[in-house]
Antibody
Framework: EVRLVESGGALIQPGGSLRLSCAAS????????MAWVRQAPGKGLEWLSV???????YHADSVKGRFTIARDTSKNTVYLQMNSLRAEDTAVYYC?????????????WGQGTLVTVSS | QSVLTQPPSVSGAPGQRVTISCTGS????????VHWYQQLPGTAPRLLIY???NRPSGVPDRFSGSKSGTSASLAITGLQAEDEADYYC???????????FGGGTKLTVL
């Protein structure tokens, strides 16, 4: 059974850092594309970051230079390191598995973890 | 401002057919596949349609997708109360080199 379990969400002050984790089971992250998607309160979905099977990464302009996606294949876990956090980063962050066929779509989502940036 | 444009809301009575549009450009829908997701209140999104027209196993055939040029549509027939949710389209954008979502459409079953 495919499972994605996110953790690490918290209340954090502006300018702070946080690392989200996504533990995968039922498949291997090294063989798949993995992504982070976020959803601000009452808003739509935003495609944030992707790590491809070859280890290359993509980050949306809104988080480029501040967020970094990475993986630990020994733990079958994907991470999102978030630095210089801003109030507008407040959102539920979903970990997702990306299917690279048909020009990248998400075939499985985690349950999400809430990040609140506020003083 | 989302790269893909969807109507904020649509509604329909039980048993009716509704469609949700998704409009993009030549750098996304016009060149790449479109996918649709359903997000029930308080839950994570789930894949509804992939590759313009394909349904994953477990998705009822009441849901169907289509695409023409730089626009795509999701059709839901035989509307049921349980279909009340937010629906998002998604594609890939060559200018951004990444995935893009529509702003989402809230479906209300009257």
């Amino acid at each position: 059974e495919v499972r994605l379990v996110e953790s690490g969400g918290a209340l954090i002050q502006p300018g702070g850092s946080l690392r989200l984790s996504c533990a995968a089971s039922g498949f291997t992250v090294i063989s798949n594309y993995m992504a982070w998607v976020r959803q601000a309160p009452g808003k739509g979905l935003e495609w944030l970051s992707v790590i491809y099977s070859d280890g290359s990464t993509y980050h949306a302009d809104s988080v480029k230079g501040r967020f970094t996606i990475a993986r630990d294949t020994s733990k079958n876990t994907v991470y999102l390191q978030m630095n210089s956090l801003r109030a507008e980063d407040t959102a539920v962050y979903y970990c997702a598995r990306v299917n690279g066929d048909y020009s990248d779509y998400i075939d499985f989502w985690g349950q999400g973890t809430l990040v609140t940036v506020s003083s | 401002q989302s790269v893909l444009t969807q109507p904020p809301s649509v509604s329909g009575a039980p048993g009716q057919r509704v469609t949700i549009s998704c409009t993009g450009s030549s750098s996304n829908i016009g060149a790449f596949y479109v996918h649709w997701y359903q997000q029930l209140p308080g839950t994570a999104p789930r894949l509804l349609i992939y590759g313009d027209t394909n349904r994953p196993s477990g998705v009822p055939d009441r849901f169907s997708g289509s695409k023409s040029g730089t626009s795509a549509s999701l059709a839901i027939t035989g509307l049921q109360a349980e279909d009340e949710a937010d629906y998002y389209c998604q594609s890939y954008d060559s200018n951004l080199s990444g995935g893009v979502f529509g702003g989402g459409t809230k479906l209300t079953v009257l």
